[in-house]
């Protein structure tokens, strides 16, 4: 029987923890608008314990674990936990410092725009941004030995790159576009500020953290 290559790349990202939205998979998002396709997914997912969700804000899909009893299901949950907790801090250190840079009233959303020229103009005529990115790229997520905001700016952005946060377009590979692994993260933050001291073990308890 032929697959549908649509269906089988679909699937594949979603079980290896991508986060499909239009800005980071655009033809896969366009293949799971429709109802029939997002059934026929989930149908299958369910096969290993999966299931097709989206995050709050509705604009990406991802794969959850259906039931968290299974001993994998819960170790993998409780893996990417840690990850997730362990960047978290530089993850919104990033944001706040986006935010005062733009002087925008609210976190970066899919689908903004990210200048990596107009960033670092603003940074490098401000002493204060200039500390802040320094004390951002100490965190492991954006380490590095660059000591010039130039160097330490573009650390940041590939590695938010490779972390599927942005995605370069355009030729200059100086202009990113924010995807919707940021709602996802909004959603993961949201369940740690609502269960403040949340144990591991109790990841299980909300379909919230269902993230791999």
Same mark, same amino acid.
């Given at each position: ?23 980071? @998979? ?31 804000? @509705? !604009? ?67 002493p ?8 951002l ?5 954006f380490?590095?030995?660059r ?39 909004? !959603? ?6 609502? @269960?403040?001291?949340?144990?591991? !073990? ?11």
């Amino acid at each position: 029987m032929q697959t549908n290559p649509l269906f089988e790349r679909t699937v594949s990202a979603l079980l290896a923890g991508e986060i499909i939205c239009e800005y980071s @998979h655009d033809e896969l998002y366009n293949y799971l608008l429709t109802q029939p396709v997002q059934q026929k997914v989930s149908d299958f997912l369910q096969q290993m314990n999966r299931t097709l969700r989206q995050t709050s804000s @509705h !604009d990406a899909w991802l794969c959850s674990y259906q039931d968290l009893s299974r001993p994998d299901a819960k170790d993998a949950v409780r893996q990417q936990f840690r990850e997730v907790a362990n960047h978290l801090e530089a993850l919104v250190q990033f944001l706040r410092l986006v935010m005062m840079v733009e002087a925008a009233q609210r976190p970066i959303s899919a689908g903004e725009h990210l200048r990596e020229g107009k960033l670092l103009e603003r940074i490098s005529t401000a002493p204060s941004l200039e500390a802040k990115l320094r004390s951002l790229c100490e965190k492991d997520l954006f380490r590095t030995k660059r000591s010039d905001s130039a160097g330490q700016l573009r650390v940041v952005l590939e590695n938010l790159t490779k972390a599927g946060y942005l995605k370069p377009i355009g030729t200059s590979g100086s202009v990113f576009l924010a995807t919707a692994k940021w709602s996802w993260l909004y !959603d993961v933050m949201t369940f740690i500020q609502t @269960h403040e001291g949340i144990r591991e !073990d109790s990841t299980e308890d909300d379909p919230q953290l269902r993230i791999v």
